[in-house]
């Protein structure tokens, strides 16, 4: 198609546009006033964005509980000496945490590269090196252990950095501590989507099923130390809600003219 004709074409489908949307001038309207949501900065290609509270950045382990036995080499944090917690505790967050396996790797399996993070101290999604290492497959790096594999393997070589990017909901309780609403997570690998909306089945053990146990709104963010000097590095995390608003009439209809009616 040459230049003009498609200057043509675009000037066709704008008059068809506008023919539209003078033919049909209603404008459904919810009826809620949405509360305009909070302007923030994105974060720059590696630094976390501005409402987020930064769990490590390269400095200092003053974020973690028992953390005396991580070391800090180079700015990355290196595991080992016990599980770390964070002091913060949280509830519905999206957590971003960078992590890298031994390089040259050492092990196999469950032992080569093995941490993990527990969603409110309790729900491991698996940090494993399953780059060429074959393991059972709900216990690979992005699985939520023992429940589920991640949809993909994402995985970057031993000794590159690798990206979690999660979307955590947590689970509800009942008065009675009976289990209101399942716990739900999101996760991309190195951007790519591995668990979609997962409704996990309860907490994560080795040696039985998972099962639900009532447990606080908010609880910390634990890293495993598997005995694998795994580095870590860029841990933020945000506490997400809903949008807010409240609805203050039903749902209707406006014409051109600026006159209302309910919406069917
Ligand atoms: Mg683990």
Redesign the pocket.
């Known amino acids: 198609m040459m230049k003009s004709d498609y200057g043509l074409t675009v000037l066709a489908l704008a008059v068809i546009v506008m023919t539209n949307s003078s033919t049909s001038a209603d404008e459904y309207l919810t009826g809620i006033e949405w509360e305009e949501p909070a302007i923030m900065e994105p974060h720059e290609t590696d630094g976390p964005p501005s409402d987020a509270i930064v769990l490590f950045n390269g400095k200092d382990l003053s974020a973690w509980n028992n953390a005396d036995n991580w070391k800090i080499e180079e700015g990355v944090m290196v595991a080992g000496g016990g599980d770390i917690t964070s002091k913060e505790a949280f509830g519905d967050c999206q957590l971003h945490i960078e992590w890298s396996a031994p390089a040259p790797p050492t092990g196999d399996g469950q032992g080569r590269g ?3 993070v527990f969603l409110m101290n309790t729900y ?1 999604i ?3 090196d399953s780059f060429d290492n074959q393991t059972y497959f709900d216990g690979q790096a992005g699985a939520i ?1 023992k429940q589920t594999p991640p949809e993909v393997n994402a995985m970057r070589p031993p000794g590159q950095w690798n990206v979690y990017d999660i979307i955590w909901t947590a689970p509800r309780f009942h008065e009675d501590g009976s289990l209101k609403s399942p716990a739900y997570m999101t996760a991309l690998h190195n951007g790519v989507l591995i668990l979609n909306h997962f409704e996990l089945l309860g907490d994560t053990p080795y040696d039985r099923a998972p099962r639900y146990a009532a447990h606080a709104d908010q609880l910390p963010i634990r890293l ?1 130390d ?1 005995g694998n000097p795994v580095r870590f590095q860029n841990i933020w995390v945000r506490n997400i809600k809903p949008a807010q608003g409240k609805q203050v009439r039903a749902p209707f209809l406006r014409n051109a003219q600026g006159e209302e009616r309910p919406a069917e």
């Open positions: 093995n941490s993990g491991e698996q940090v494993l252990y495993q598997h």
